[in-house]
């Protein structure tokens, strides 16, 4: 075969960066607004005239702001050059789970999600640092966030990086918060799906800053409600002024209008409450009262047993004359078992909704506190491992409120802590024959304990002991045991620099560098390392299925079915890439991107004819790393 002119292009380090929003919003921008751009750049006064009257140039408006909130919006829109790593041997059913953990601070994490989970996550819950001026760790090189966590992290040697807590003190006590907070929202809202919720738990610290930051995220018109939750079923009497026994759960949604609570299921208590004393056709029914607190209908009704019914003083009716007739026809009045009581309407449990409309007010009765939420922790790993951990009733609650039990829907939590979430899915799957996944990020943040050195590490203990314990028949209040393919596993992931050597060289180790730069990617990455940074660059789920194929004793890596296809080996002959093409009848993905190791080639002319071979069987995106 002979050379081709066609090319492969190189698939650069920028390539592999997360989306790069702000280059994304200036392109939609252009796309609106083509007449406001100038020689590539935007013409505010032009963009101002287009808008008209929805500019607010007035120097006294309402506005949410704090120093610093400048700065971190434009943290937010900067995209990280990092990379997720897999971590098989402490994952748990890596080959066939689709939950996911993530050891990495979450602001990183979050801008590496940006293409693989954008508009997937059904459900977001946090439950972030309270800002009590204690556990909030706050960096002091939070600008450049990935060198941070790598130092953090021990990474990357630097004697000057120290953490501290967040003390009243220091002058900077709300907006350190609201910084930290702040671009870690807005990147979490880009992964919401139209019809997802998030609910984020707060105290009184925070709540009121909490609110205006996510109005402004979100939209006011978005906000669902404000969750009061008992978590203390105690009062104490050392209090200096009131006990404080309640933490608040603010909902919001991504599009109100697209968004959809459950119901909540009767518990049998409830159902109980229906009977079926005459027999009625229409099955168990209860007794409802016949007036009501409003309305204009003070008149007497004569029932067609002769006897008359008013409301009582300063109430009315609630139903009209003809209703109230029909109801009579219907026997669907109750007068007693000796038929000499205060009428009553029969509503019937066939006739009410399947379930209960959700109240603002959540008690620990049915939700759990925090006396129970530290049981549970200290029945799967012990005592003192992990402060004020959260209730799995609780997390369960607002599962069964905005996720579905089927579809796979998607719940995030980015401030994982000691893995409440992923603990209350997996147990509301057990429960219901459900297969949502969990997306959990937690920061290594160290501990004292010898056991469990990092939360993190808390994190994923927590999820193996709860597996084990549903997996069991364990968990107190599990219905059954867990269907069959009920998914009680977790893939492990590790925050990282990219897996691809930068182009960083002085002088005195200039030869080293240069033979470096001929093989690029980084000598202690493993090929696992290499596809998952992959898969985060084409926006493909970190639990899309791979299978390996051997085509002329080379290992090719087909991800998704099709839509990626990787060949890191060496050597790589025209037999390969054939073998290659073939794959894309095969499988006949609608689109296959093909990546191999640039260094790979047998020759120039297999990397040149590899190319035209690859583009005549339809595969038009095919890059080098």
């Known amino acids: ?44 006064d032009v963009l101002k005239q287009t808008l008209g009257d929805f500019v607010d140039e007035r120097e006294e408006r309402y506005s949410f702001t704090w120093h610093g ?13 990092g990379t997720l790593r897999p971590c098989p041997e402490e994952s748990l059913n890596w080959d066939t789970t689709k939950n996911i953990f993530i050891e990495g601070d979450n602001l990183e994490v979050l801008k590496l999600l940006q293409k693989s989970y954008h508009r997937k996550v059904k459900m977001i819950y946090i439950d972030p640092p309270y800002n ?3 556990e909030f760790i706050y960096p002091d090189k939070w600008q450049d966030n990935l060198d941070t966590y790598l130092r ?27 910084n ?31 609110r205006h930051l996510l109005d402004e995220v979100f939209g006011p018109e978005n906000f669902i409600t404000q969750f009061v939750w008992q978590k203390k079923y105690t009062r104490a009497n050392d209090a200096r002024f009131v006990s404080d026994n309640h933490d608040h759960i603010l909902a919001y949604a991504r599009s ?24 009625h056709a229409k099955g168990v029914w209860k007794a409802t009262p016949l007036h009501a607190k409003s309305g204009s209908n003070t008149n007497a009704f004569t029932f067609t047993n002769g006897r008359t019914w008013a409301p009582p003083s300063g109430t009315y009716r609630r139903f009209s004359d003809e209703r109230m007739g029909r109801l009579d026809a219907d026997d669907e009045i109750w007068f007693g078992e000796k038929g000499d009581a205060t009428p009553s309407r029969k509503s019937f449990l066939c006739e009410t909704k399947d379930g209960l409309t959700p109240v603002t007010i959540w008690p620990h009765e049915e939700v759990g506190h925090n006396h129970e939420a530290n049981n549970e922790l200290k029945a799967r ?23 579905s039990k089927q579809g796979g829907d998607v719940v995030l939590d980015f401030f ?143 991800i998704g079915a099709g839509a990626l296809v990787a060949c890191l080996a060496d050597d790589i002959t025209l037999d390969v890439v054939e073998g290659i093409a073939a794959l894309k009848a095969e499988l006949r993905p609608d689109v296959m991107h093909v990546v191999f190791k640039d260094s790979g080639f047998k020759d120039d002319v297999v990397k040149t004819n590899a190319a035209q071979i690859l583009r005549q069987a339809a595969v038009n995106d095919v890059k080098t790393l």
């Open 132 to 134: 009590t001026g204690k």
């Open 1 to 44: 075969m002979t050379k081709s002119k066609t090319t492969i292009e190189s698939l650069t380090k920028e390539d592999g960066a997360s989306p790069d929003m702000v280059q994304e919003n200036i392109e939609r921008l252009r796309a609106i607004f083509p007449e406001v751009f100038a020689e590539a750049r935007i013409d505010f």
């Open 381 to 403: 790993l012990g005592a003192g491992v992990f402060s004020n951990p959260k209730p799995t009733r609780l997390i369960k609650r607002m599962l069964g409120l905005a996720t």
């Open 256 to 279: 109100i209008d697209d968004a959809h609570f459950n119901l909540l299921p009767r518990t049998e208590a409830q159902i109980g409450a229906y009977s079926n004393p005459d027999n």
């Open 69 to 81: 909130k400048s700065q971190a919006r434009r943290i937010a829109q900067l995209p990280s050059m």
């Open 416 to 558: 994982a802590g000691s893995g409440c979430t992923g603990d209350a899915t997996m147990q509301l799957n057990a429960d219901d024959g459900g297969n949502r996944r969990y997306l959990l990020v937690q920061l290594p943040e160290p501990t004292d304990s010898e056991k469990y050195p990092t939360i993190s590490e808390i994190t994923k203990a927590r999820l193996r002991a709860a597996s084990n314990a549903i997996t069991s028949g364990e968990v107190q209040g599990q219905l059954h045991m867990p269907p069959n393919d009920s998914d009680l596993g977790f893939r492990v992931f590790t925050l990282s620099s990219s897996n691809v050597r930068a182009w960083d060289s002085s002088f005195d180790t200039i030869e080293m560098d240069l033979a470096d730069a001929i093989e690029n990617i980084k000598h202690d990455r493993s090929e696992g390392d290499v596809l998952y940074e992959l898969l985060l660059k084409y926006g493909l789920d970190l639990a899309t299925p791979s299978e390996s194929r051997i085509i002329d004793d080379r290992t090719v890596t087909v």
């Open 152 to 178: 953090y992290t021990g990474q990357v040697d630097d004697n000057g990086f120290k953490v501290s807590a967040n003390a009243e003190t220091s002058g900077r006590y709300h907006t350190n918060w609201l």
């Open 180 to 210: 930290m907070m702040y671009p870690r929202l807005k990147l979490a809202r880009n992964l919401l799906s139209d019809e997802g919720a998030i609910f984020v738990s707060i105290d009184d610290h925070e709540v009121h800053n909490l």
